[in-house]
């Protein structure tokens, strides 16, 4: 033994000795502290036992019936398997299982992705007021970029089992990958050159061919919120009234409607490098590019409800720059629940509430997040629709294609039976068409006993009553009369990305969260969409603002403005945008499942609602995450990532698609 070893032995030794000998109020103190230690240490020891129980318990769990479907593996392909859309077989209709063939290079070239109307044709033109370029910087030396995709299709790649690219305006036969939908917002440039210099670990076969077709923006030196106003004020003729009426040689131009499109975000978030990519496409896509159509906004709520932000610039300004990326500073409106305590002051009583079921503050986000939205709306009523946009989804393609194409179908959609088309799921493989759905859905209300949703619905009510209706959500016929004329042509008040559920026939445990009503009636029919993302019109905006400062009306926030949709005849629709599943699910047993659950506990809205966790666009969908994160490149589970991609068909290139919820993203 070494000197060192035996002094560090006997050091315990001596130092137990002395501890003897102290006084007895040292050792009562001791004896107290040993005890507690020793408690601390067992009660340690007996939460560890009891996670390992418990997780021995989720381990040992019957599994859920879509858990022994087959896996689909066609997401994983790569830009080295591409083939053209037309010889493209979706993975669940091979039979054989083999392996596509890999070139050693892409087989096609990027494109440039130019969804938008030709702003120069005379057809246009003769409609409408020529469309002024916009730029990134102030010195207009940067014209808002294009973005890339591929003119194919992964070999084998799963189709959607919901909804369809071609019904929403969506080019169906593209696919992206990061170099092409990212790369010229920063993401494969360096940081010295204004990029966030990200592919460095990143598969890139042909990607040299992307990084050649874009000019690099020095994205530290831009300021969106100026690129914006800039922009609009360049092409303002587009939107005013006024300026359509013309001057005789300019007479009859159509008014182009403008969207606000707000991000709901909060003081403390974290501003990953994905996510400044992802807030640069919307700005560039959907305002930019299309000469002012939108404005991009941050609703940035302020969690501290001591900060007095509408007291004080000086504190409002500081609160942006201590929780929002410089190049966002100009697009942000804070907000706060003592705020909307002000504004909403109420009386919200809870005698006159159903059931609080989260047992929340009324005042509270959680349950009455659409308190600032309404607020904001009326702050900015130039704004025909507003767009209520979350943190933590993430879409694969062309911004303005997917938010212009659900846009224009909802406005060809016939108010007749739309309802009831809104509460279903669409499932082309064992539907067919939408014509055919519509058919179906048409044919299975008229053998129920139910009557069809026909404009403002009524109900028993008293004390403070209900606001009248806008007279244009009356229909002009009856019912039987309409040959699904009425509502065609007409924009929708309401769209939203989950079906439109009557929660009286489900278990969704927030659907008895309804204040302002008589309680002792019985509880006013009701609607629900599933995450609070929707584009709303300002007059959809203005009722439900009206309902809850006159009224003292409110429900829980993904209940709210599809009801007062239902109740005042605005129009509202569920946009069928395509969701893929993880998983090759029999597609009698998929429509059964979400669309005829044997009883509420079995809907997709309650109890059964583990059934979406394999898919890509849902509250608590896993798969959602899981294939975003492979696409950006990342190991996941232990696959992906650098070395698996270049050893099999490099980078995925997938469709544009819808994601949620992402709450964690890496391109490591």
Same mark, same amino acid.
């Given at each position: 033994?070494?000197?060192?070893?035996?002094?560090?032995?006997?050091?315990?030794?001596?130092?137990?000795?002395?501890?003897?000998?102290?006084?007895?109020?040292?050792?009562?103190?001791?004896?107290?502290?040993? %005890?507690?230690?020793?408690?601390? *240490?067992?009660?340690?020891?007996?939460?560890? &036992?009891? +996670?390992?129980? #418990?997780?021995? /318990?989720?381990?040992?769990?019957?599994?859920?019936?879509?858990?022994?479907?087959?896996?689909?593996?066609?997401?994983?392909?790569?830009?080295?398997?591409?083939?053209?859309?037309?010889?493209?077989?979706?993975?669940?209709?091979?039979?054989?299982?083999?392996?596509?063939?890999?070139?050693?290079?892409?087989?096609?070239?990027?494109?440039?992705?130019?969804?938008?109307?030709? %702003?120069?044709?005379?057809?246009? *033109?003769?409609?409408?007021?020529?469309?002024? &370029?916009? +730029?990134?910087? #102030?010195?207009? /030396?940067?014209?808002?970029?294009?973005?890339?995709?591929?003119?194919?299709?992964?070999?084998?790649?799963?189709?959607?089992?919901?909804?369809?690219?071609?019904?929403?305006?969506?080019?169906?036969?593209?696919?992206?990958?990061?170099?092409?939908?990212?790369?010229?917002?920063?993401?494969?440039?360096?940081?010295?050159?204004?990029?966030?210099?990200?592919?460095?670990?990143?598969?890139?076969?042909?990607?040299?061919?992307?990084?050649?077709?874009?000019?690099?923006?020095? +994205?530290?030196?831009?300021?969106?919120?100026?690129?914006?106003?800039?922009?609009?004020?360049?092409?303002?003729?587009?939107?005013?009234?006024?300026?359509?009426?013309?001057?005789?040689?300019?007479?009859?131009?159509?008014?182009?409607?403008?969207?606000?499109?707000?991000?709901?975000?909060?003081?403390?978030?974290?501003?990953?490098?994905?996510?400044?990519?992802?807030?640069?496409?919307?700005?560039?896509?959907?305002?930019?590019?299309?000469?002012?159509?939108?404005?991009?906004?941050?609703?940035?709520?302020?969690?501290?409800?001591?900060?007095?932000?509408?007291?004080?610039?000086?504190?409002?300004?500081?609160?942006?720059?201590?929780?929002?990326?410089?190049?966002?500073?100009?697009?942000?409106?804070?907000?706060?629940?003592?705020?909307?305590?002000?504004?909403?002051?109420?009386?919200?009583?809870?005698?006159?509430?159903?059931?609080?079921?989260?047992?929340?503050?009324?005042?509270?986000?959680?349950?009455?997040?659409?308190?600032?939205?309404?607020?904001?709306?009326?702050?900015?009523?130039?704004?025909?629709?507003?767009?209520?946009?979350?943190?933590?989804?993430?879409?694969?393609?062309?911004?303005?294609?997917?938010?212009?194409?659900?846009?224009?179908?909802?406005?060809?959609?016939?108010?007749?039976?739309?309802?009831?088309?809104?509460?279903?799921?669409?499932?082309?493989?064992?539907?067919?068409?939408?014509?055919?759905?519509?058919?179906?859905?048409?044919?299975?209300?008229?053998?129920?006993?139910?009557?069809?949703?026909?404009?403002?619905?009524?109900?028993?009510?008293?004390?403070?009553?209900?606001?009248?209706?806008?007279?244009?959500?009356?229909?002009?016929?009856?019912?039987?009369?309409?040959?699904?004329?009425?509502?065609?042509?007409?924009?929708?008040?309401?769209?939203?990305?989950?079906?439109?559920?009557?929660?009286?026939?489900?278990?969704?445990?927030?659907?008895?969260?309804?204040?302002?009503?008589?309680?002792?009636?019985?509880?006013?029919?009701?609607?629900?969409?599933?995450?609070?993302?929707?584009?709303?019109?300002?007059?959809?905006?203005?009722?439900?603002?009206?309902?809850?400062?006159?009224?003292?009306?409110?429900?829980?926030?993904?209940?709210?403005?599809?009801?007062?949709?239902?109740?005042?005849?605005?129009?509202?629709?569920?946009?069928?945008?395509?969701?893929?599943?993880?998983?090759?699910?029999?597609?009698?047993?998929?429509?059964?499942?979400?669309?005829?659950?044997?009883?509420?506990?079995?809907?997709?809205?309650?109890?059964?609602?583990?059934?979406?966790?394999?898919?890509?666009?849902?509250?608590?969908?896993?798969?959602?995450?899981?294939?975003?994160?492979?696409?950006?490149?990342?190991?996941?589970?232990?696959?992906?990532?650098?070395?698996?991609?270049?050893?099999?068909?490099?980078?995925?290139?997938?469709?544009?698609?819808?994601?949620?919820?992402?709450?964690?993203?890496?391109?490591?």
């Amino acid at each position: 033994m070494s000197d060192t070893w035996r002094k560090g032995f006997s050091a315990p030794r001596r130092r137990l000795g002395s501890l003897l000998r102290t006084s007895p109020k040292k050792l009562f103190v001791l004896t107290i502290a040993i %005890f507690f230690t020793l408690c601390l *240490l067992a009660g340690g020891s007996f939460r560890a &036992r009891r +996670y390992y129980v #418990e997780k021995a /318990k989720q381990d040992e769990r019957i599994p859920y019936h879509w858990e022994k479907y087959p896996r689909l593996s066609g997401f994983y392909h790569g830009v080295r398997t591409l083939v053209n859309y037309t010889d493209w077989v979706p993975e669940q209709q091979i039979t054989e299982k083999t392996k596509p063939l890999i070139h050693e290079v892409p087989p096609m070239d990027p494109v440039v992705v130019n969804p938008y109307p030709d %702003f120069s044709s005379s057809e246009y *033109l003769q409609d409408h007021h020529p469309v002024q &370029r916009c +730029y990134v910087d #102030e010195n207009e /030396k940067f014209p808002a970029p294009d973005i890339f995709a591929y003119p194919g299709i992964p070999a084998g790649m799963p189709a959607p089992f919901w909804g369809s690219y071609e019904s929403i305006g969506v080019a169906p036969d593209r696919c992206w990958e990061r170099f092409g939908r990212f790369g010229p917002y920063g993401y494969s440039y360096n940081p010295a050159e204004g990029g966030l210099g990200l592919s460095n670990n990143s598969a890139h076969a042909g990607a040299e061919k992307v990084q050649d077709m874009f000019t690099k923006v020095d +994205y530290r030196k831009v300021d969106w919120s100026k690129a914006q106003k800039k922009c609009f004020e360049k092409n303002q003729k587009r939107f005013d009234p006024e300026a359509a009426r013309g001057d005789g040689a300019t007479e009859g131009k159509k008014v182009v409607k403008r969207s606000a499109y707000v991000l709901r975000t909060w003081t403390g978030y974290q501003y990953t490098d994905i996510q400044l990519l992802s807030l640069r496409a919307m700005i560039n896509e959907l305002s930019l590019k299309s000469g002012g159509e939108y404005d991009v906004h941050l609703l940035v709520h302020v969690k501290d409800n001591s900060i007095p932000i509408w007291a004080s610039e000086e504190v409002y300004n500081q609160t942006i720059r201590e929780n929002v990326p410089e190049e966002f500073w100009g697009i942000t409106t804070l907000w706060s629940e003592q705020q909307m305590r002000t504004y909403y002051p109420g009386p919200f009583p809870e005698e006159e509430n159903f059931e609080n079921h989260s047992k929340s503050d009324i005042h509270g986000v959680y349950r009455s997040a659409h308190f600032a939205l309404q607020w904001f709306a009326q702050q900015h009523q130039e704004y025909d629709f507003f767009w209520n946009w979350e943190m933590d989804l993430r879409y694969t393609g062309h911004y303005y294609e997917f938010h212009n194409g659900i846009s224009e179908w909802a406005k060809e959609q016939p108010r007749k039976l739309l309802w009831e088309r809104s509460s279903r799921f669409w499932i082309p493989g064992i539907h067919g068409s939408w014509s055919k759905f519509s058919q179906l859905v048409e044919r299975e209300t008229m053998e129920s006993n139910e009557k069809p949703v026909w404009g403002p619905v009524t109900f028993p009510t008293s004390g403070r009553g209900m606001l009248p209706s806008p007279k244009e959500n009356t229909p002009p016929t009856k019912f039987e009369e309409d040959n699904f004329q009425w509502g065609v042509g007409e924009d929708a008040d309401l769209i939203v990305f989950d079906p439109l559920f009557d929660p009286a026939k489900t278990n969704w445990v927030f659907r008895r969260d309804v204040s302002g009503y008589n309680t002792s009636l019985e509880i006013p029919p009701r609607r629900v969409a599933i995450i609070t993302v929707a584009r709303l019109s300002r007059g959809l905006l203005n009722t439900m603002h009206e309902e809850t400062f006159r009224m003292h009306h409110t429900m829980f926030p993904e209940m709210w403005p599809p009801t007062v949709a239902l109740h005042h005849g605005y129009k509202a629709v569920y946009a069928p945008h395509p969701v893929y599943f993880d998983r090759q699910w029999p597609l009698d047993v998929m429509d059964k499942t979400f669309n005829y659950p044997p009883t509420p506990q079995d809907s997709p809205f309650g109890w059964g609602e583990h059934n979406m966790q394999g898919g890509s666009f849902y509250y608590n969908a896993g798969f959602s995450g899981a294939l975003w994160r492979r696409w950006l490149g990342a190991n996941e589970n232990g696959e992906g990532g650098k070395k698996m991609e270049e050893s099999r068909s490099d980078r995925m290139c997938l469709r544009g698609t819808l994601y949620h919820p992402i709450k964690s993203e890496s391109v490591e």
